[in-house]
């Protein structure tokens, strides 16, 4: 299980364009203080993301994603627990759990004076992403994995 998330984190931080189109590209995440001060810049991208409607062909939001992806890999403050009810629930979808990765960031760094348990996050994400694909524009749907969550 290690292995696929840790592929699957690999995988969506190693989207590269050869063109500059944010600053996303251009912050260093190198030390502690580099870290601290991304975390606007985090939220920034993750509220892009589910503010626009997906579309595979947006370099602004794998930029973003890309950047919270490294953001949260190598941050020494927080730790993200992606467990299998995340892949469950996004059902091998790499967009929707893109999604999934962007929110559990936002909401650690929106919840850091009160960081939630892992199953309140997951939570909170969850609903974020119901809320997200419920809006056909956005062109993103649920899996049938979220579609069971809705119910419940």
């Given at each position: 299980m290690k292995h696929f998330i840790f592929s699957a984190?690999?995988?969506?931080?190693?989207?590269s364009f050869s063109q500059d189109f944010s600053r996303f590209d251009e912050f260093k995440?190198?030390?502690?203080?580099?870290?601290?001060?991304?975390?606007?810049?985090?939220?920034?991208g993750v509220n892009y993301m589910f503010a626009t409607?997906?579309?595979?062909?947006?370099?602004?939001?794998?930029?973003?994603?890309?950047?919270?992806?490294?953001?949260?890999?190598?941050?020494?403050?927080?730790?993200?627990?992606?467990?299998?009810?995340?892949?469950?629930?996004?059902n091998g979808n790499d967009d929707l759990l893109?999604?999934?990765?962007?929110?559990?960031?936002?909401?650690?760094?929106?919840?850091?004076n009160n960081i939630p348990n892992d199953e309140t996050a997951h939570n909170m994400v969850v609903k974020d992403l119901l809320a997200y694909t419920?809006?056909?524009?956005?062109?993103?749907?649920?899996?049938?994995g979220l579609k069971k969550l809705s119910k419940s």
């Open positions: 984190l690999l995988f969506l931080s190693s989207i995440l190198e030390t502690k203080e580099d870290f601290h001060s991304a975390e606007n810049l985090v939220i920034e409607p997906f579309n595979k062909n947006d370099i602004k939001r794998y930029q973003a994603l890309s950047f919270v992806m490294n953001w949260m890999e190598g941050t020494p403050e927080y730790r993200f627990n992606i467990d299998q009810k995340a892949v469950d629930m996004t893109g999604m999934y990765f962007a929110g559990l960031a936002k909401v650690i760094l929106e919840n850091k419920s809006i056909e524009s956005n062109n993103l749907k649920p899996s049938k």
